[in-house]
């Protein structure tokens, strides 16, 4: 069965009309839809890199913050929405700028929990560049908690992974965090 049919079974399911004319195209909309919000699990670190690596004599903190973050939640397929800040020690090479953002989006375009859409980035980043450190950190707000269950409107998940200098160093770590704030 295709997605738009699984999509026509839900409706139904849920008691709709599905022939009414508000919902004719819902089902292929909505398939397109999903499609769209997962297409990461089409996509690769090689081919979202795409060799965008350059040498680079640069040892200080390269950081991109404020990315903007749209993902699925793999418990209730329900969006979580916020924001990444990642941050890595070059090791004689820097990646694209616009590229940190591809692997955010790469990731967190999957069903995702946030604490393992976290790692999966900076160990992204890590593996590519070489770093010799890496810090992420991500501020998102879950449709799951606002929408249903404790319907807490307000409260912000924040998780982190930090790998090699910013793990060990805690010079490097408060360098990230207080960038970010
Ligand atoms: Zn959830």
Do not use: W
Request: with cysteine; proline share 2%; net charge negative.
């Amino acid at each position: 069965m295709s997605l738009e049919q699984q999509y026509t079974e839900i409706l139904a399911s849920l008691g709709e009309d599905i022939f009414r004319e508000g919902l004719v195209d819902t089902p292929k909309r909505a398939a397109k839809a999903m499609q769209y919000l997962c297409r990461g699990y089409q996509q690769t670190l090689e081919e979202v890199v795409n060799g965008a690596l350059f040498s680079s004599d640069n040892s200080e903190m390269v950081m991109v913050k404020n990315i903007e973050l749209y993902s699925l939640c793999e418990h209730h397929i329900l969006p979580f929405i916020g924001k990444a800040h990642v941050a890595y020690l070059p090791n004689g090479k820097v990646l694209g700028l616009s590229k940190v953002a591809r692997i955010v989006d790469m990731y967190a375009r999957r069903l995702q929990i946030q604490e393992n859409l976290t790692r999966q980035i900076a160990e992204a980043v890590e593996q590519v560049t070489g770093a010799l450190g890496v810090g992420v950190v991500i501020e998102a707000q879950h449709m799951c908690m606002m929408m249903r269950g404790v319907e807490k409107q307000n409260s912000t998940m924040v998780t982190s992974v930090m790998l090699g200098h910013f793990r060990s160093n805690a010079a490097t770590r408060s360098e990230f965090l207080s960038l970010i704030n």
